[in-house]
């Protein structure tokens, strides 16, 4: 019978495009959550928002189970238009639906989550489903925040950032500048 054994030189390339696409993921995630987060405060700053909120959070145990799960429900067919429009040779549109759709739903679920984890918590399964999920994240993570590709993305990724901030800053000075001009020239024309 055959060995289910990976040769090693093979397992070494399996180990390092797995290692790449967790990086990618990894930072993407970061990327995303970032953004999602400001929005979240943005959101939270609403009164509908906060009500939302709070009526979420004094529901029981299985709707609130039911809100959670809602949002993940509602885009899927948003999900499957990305996928049409994928097959159809839309890339850019296909690929910006999914975007959009995965951003809201993980905003809605981040949302609905923070507001309904004390019920959510209550269920004996639940708990221990996220506290399984929550060791084998941690896993994940610190076995990719140990690989040469995290730690060098990690320091392209904190140029590129102090690089886009200068170019805003020189962008919107420069903008600044050319409106003011633009200002005064109207004016001229009108005085």
């Given amino acids: 019978m055959p060995s289910m054994r990976m040769a090693p030189r093979r397992r070494g390339w399996v180990t390092a495009l797995l290692t790449v696409l ?5 930072a993407l995630e970061r990327l995303i959550v970032d953004d999602l987060r400001a929005l979240g405060r943005w959101l939270a700053r609403r009164d509908w928002v906060a009500r939302a909120e709070a009526w979420v959070g004094r529901l029981s145990p299985y709707p609130a189970l039911l809100c959670f799960a809602l949002p993940g429900l ?7 238009l990305a996928v049409a429009l994928l097959s159809q040779g839309h890339v850019l549109a296909g690929v910006g639906v999914l975007l959009a759709a995965k951003a809201a739903g993980t ?11 004390p019920a959510l918590l209550s269920l004996a ?10 060791h084998w994240r941690k896993v994940v993570y610190d076995s990719v925040r ?19 901030r200068g170019w805003r800053q020189q962008g919107g000075q420069r903008w600044r500048r050319r409106w003011a001009a633009i200002r005064r020239r109207l004016r001229q024309l009108n005085g």
């Fill in 22 to 26: 967790a990086v990618l993921l990894f």
């Fill in 74 to 80: 509602a885009i899927l067919p948003v999900k499957l």
């Fill in 107 to 117: 905003l809605a679920v981040t949302r609905i989550y923070h507001a309904a984890e």
């Fill in 125 to 134: 399964w639940f708990a221990r489903v996220r506290a399984t999920l929550l």
């Fill in 146 to 164: 140990q690989q040469y590709a995290w730690r060098l993305a990690r320091v392209q990724w904190r140029a590129w950032r102090h690089r886009l």
